[in-house]
């Protein structure tokens, strides 16, 4: 079956610190990959996603990059901010499995000013 | 554009009692999930509706859980004979026509959190 392993929390950085995220997965079929937020009293949200090997995905200054290879879609970012505080969670949606995602265990991220 | 949204957003209710939560996708959004969010299992599906299509419900935890979605729009996630380890954060999410497969973007509604005493 489909499954997704996020590196274990909590992350505690300082502002402009380099982050990153690990993600792997296993999936049946091609899976399209996803990141998505959780801001603090706020609903999930997409943050970015890629849908074929080697594609990379970005936003607010965030990538992740497809790797089959590897299995990975680990998250990045050059320069935190202290509202990137929030938890970050690493999700896959294969073929077969008509959009329903696969979630992470979700990591939460502090960055401190 | 509204969103998803979902009621009530607090439900605390006594062991034993059936509750009922309501989700209103995006207007247009033929694809509707529900899942759930708890301290020990992190976020877990439970279950789809697409279309006029059978609803997949392979990750309903037990038979007291059922859901139901009226007119293809508003949908109902009934939770029986509540028990203590139901006390999660329910989230439902809806997705337009072609997104909801393979590259699919989900919407997600704020959830209901649920409290079983």
């Known amino acids: 079956g489909n499954s997704v392993t996020q590196m274990e929390g909590p992350v505690t950085l300082s502002e402009e610190a380099f982050l990153t995220i690990n993600c792997t997965y296993t999936?049946?079929?091609?899976?399209?990959l996803f990141w998505y937020v959780q801001y603090p009293g706020e609903g999930l949200q997409l943050l970015l996603k890629?849908?074929?090997?080697?594609d990379k995905g970005s936003n607010k200054g965030f990538e992740a990059t497809y790797r089959k290879e590897t299995t990975s879609f680990h998250l990045e970012k050059g320069s935190v901010q202290v509202s990137d505080s929030a938890v970050y969670f690493c999700?896959?949606?294969?073929?077969?499995?008509?959009?329903?995602?696969?979630f992470g265990q979700g990591t939460i991220l502090t960055v401190h000013p | 554009g509204a969103g998803v949204s979902q009621s009530p957003s607090n439900k605390v209710t006594e062991k034993g009692k059936d509750v009922e939560l309501r989700c209103d996708p995006i207007?247009?959004?033929?694809?509707l999930y529900w899942y759930r969010q708890s301290l020990g299992q992190g976020l877990e599906f439970l279950i789809y509706?697409?279309?006029?299509?059978?609803?997949?419900k392979s990750g309903l935890p037990s038979d007291r859980f059922s859901a139901e979605r009226t007119g293809g729009s508003v949908s109902t996630l009934t939770i029986q004979r509540t028990q203590q380890e139901d006390s999660a954060v329910y989230l439902c999410?809806?997705?337009?026509?072609?997104?909801?497969?393979?590259?699919?973007?989900?919407?997600f509604g704020p959830g209901t959190r649920l409290t079983v005493l």
């Open positions: 999410a809806s997705s337009s026509p072609g997104q909801g497969g393979a590259a699919g973007e989900q919407f």
């Open positions: 999936a049946t079929g091609y899976p399209s």
């Open positions: 890629a849908t074929k090997a080697d």
């Open positions: 999700a896959l949606s294969s073929g077969t499995s008509y959009g329903k995602l696969t």
């Open positions: 207007s247009g959004h033929t694809a």
């Open positions: 509706f697409q279309g006029n299509s059978a609803p997949d």
